[in-house]
């Protein structure tokens, strides 16, 4: 275990994330982990002084500054194993979706990942996880067979459903507020290629797409999953020249049933008239991060922030259009939920949101003309909002209690403050989207 204080070398390069929304902090330490010991030596270091502890493997979610606190960085712990026979993949704290596809794919098997293989996995995965094969599956909590973690007393412990089912229940969907997680075991699923890509669409047609896919949507199987993303790109060689420096609705496609079949659902999409740009096409899992084909390299700050829509009228879709389109300063994804997302797992979880029909995020640099057009749309959505949010869509303008809170039901929330008092009376772990003690002690 390595230690870095402020002043010395290689402690702003272990404090720094790949969002620099909450870059600004200064942790009294950070610690860079190599191993499940280095993690429960950190937790104990920081209960022995009074601190609070935070996590980060990619830092691409950052909720709060982690100004004195005790930084746990897992990016070393990036180990993967897959047993092929019972389709599981044993993962580590610090391993990235992508390392994690390279020791999958091969067998013909996929993880619940998200659109990024840049993400780290076990944030991803305890903040519920959204991805590609969701509305066929469900959460990627949904599918955590067993996890180990330390918990705020600096013990190692192994929780399943059998062992200690209220830890289980509560750290799939609620981060890192009951420890930090130094490695899970996850199901994989038998698929080796999808049908996906993007169809990219000339801004001025941003209102046409945007009703269409929402009626075409309607109508998908839940091998379907899509989204619309709408956004102005920078004029640089990186992009395809079609894209460069203008405004587009990228209308992302994953399908994971049969090609043919992807083809047909696909076409009332290419024949709503001529695009910029069309990807979509049979390819294996491997290359599933080039459907989205989110930013992975430099560091940037954006404010990021999501509602949870139910079925939203004309009305709504209008304006999405009038406020998210051409002249945007902020981009905007909105994407399907239902299928499996609406159905209780076979081990239930804290994880929010089954009663959304679509999600709609937003991410903005933090400029005050920018800020107020990106509020203006999120008010203007109420009436078709189910009053929740998603943790992993969520930001640093998201980590107050009241909008922690709109990520679970009224009674999951109850019982996960009851939790926190039981495990972490002290509140230890709030270097994140905190879910507080209850004031009434540890029983749920």
């Known amino acids: 275990m390595t230690i870095f204080r402020r002043g010395e070398p290689g402690y702003d390069e272990n404090r720094l994330g790949l969002n620099r929304a909450a870059g600004g902090s200064r942790p009294a330490r950070v610690v860079a982990a190599t191993g499940e010991h280095d993690v429960a030596a950190a937790v104990r270091l920081a209960a022995e002084q009074g601190l609070p502890v935070g996590v980060m493997a990619t830092g691409h979610g950052p909720s709060v500054p982690a100004d004195g606190a005790v930084l746990v960085n897992t990016r070393r712990m990036d180990g993967v194993s897959v047993d092929p026979a019972a389709e599981t993949a044993w993962v580590q704290a610090g391993a990235r979706w992508e390392q994690v596809l390279e020791r999958t794919t091969p067998h013909g098997l996929a993880p619940l990942n998200g659109s990024s293989p840049n993400v780290g996995a076990v944030g991803y995965t305890t903040g519920g996880g959204a991805g590609l094969l969701g509305r066929r599956y469900g959460f990627a909590a949904d599918h955590v067979r067993r996890l180990r973690l330390v918990t705020a007393d600096g013990r190692l412990r192994e929780v399943t459903a059998e062992s200690e089912p209220d830890l289980f229940w509560a750290v799939r969907g609620a981060k890192d507020n009951f420890g930090l997680v130094v490695d899970m075991e996850i199901d994989l699923f038998p698929i080796s290629e999808l049908y996906g890509g993007g169809l990219y669409f000339p801004g001025e047609s941003t209102a046409e797409v945007l009703h269409a896919y929402v009626g075409w949507s309607r109508r998908m199987p839940e091998e379907m999953a899509s989204s619309v993303l709408l956004i102005s790109a920078p004029d640089v ?206 029983t749920p």
């Open 237 to 442: 060689p990186a992009l395809p020249e079609p894209l460069r420096g203008r405004f587009f609705a990228h209308v992302r496609i994953a399908y994971s049933g049969d090609v043919a079949e992807g083809e047909l659902l696909v076409r009332p999409l290419r024949e709503l008239g001529p695009v910029l740009l069309d990807t979509v096409r049979k390819l294996p899992y491997a290359q599933v991060g080039s459907i989205h084909h989110d930013p992975a390299g430099e560091p940037y700050v954006a404010h990021d922030r999501n509602v949870l829509l139910r079925d939203p009228a004309p009305e709504a879709v209008e304006t999405i259009a009038a406020l998210a389109g051409p002249g945007s300063p902020f981009v905007t994804e909105l994407r399907q939920f239902g299928g499996a997302y609406a159905r209780a797992p076979r081990v239930p979880n804290c994880v929010g949101g089954r009663d959304a029909a679509y999600s709609l995020f937003t991410g903005v640099v933090p400029e005050a003309g920018a800020l107020r057009r990106r509020d203006e749309l999120l008010a203007r959505l109420r009436p078709w909002s189910t009053g929740g949010t998603n943790l992993n869509f969520a930001g640093v303008e998201d980590s107050a209690p009241a909008r922690v809170a709109a990520a679970y039901t009224p009674a999951d929330h109850a019982r996960l403050t009851a939790l926190k008092a039981r495990y972490d009376p002290r509140n230890l772990f709030r270097i994140n989207f905190n879910i507080p003690p209850s004031e009434s002690g540890g």
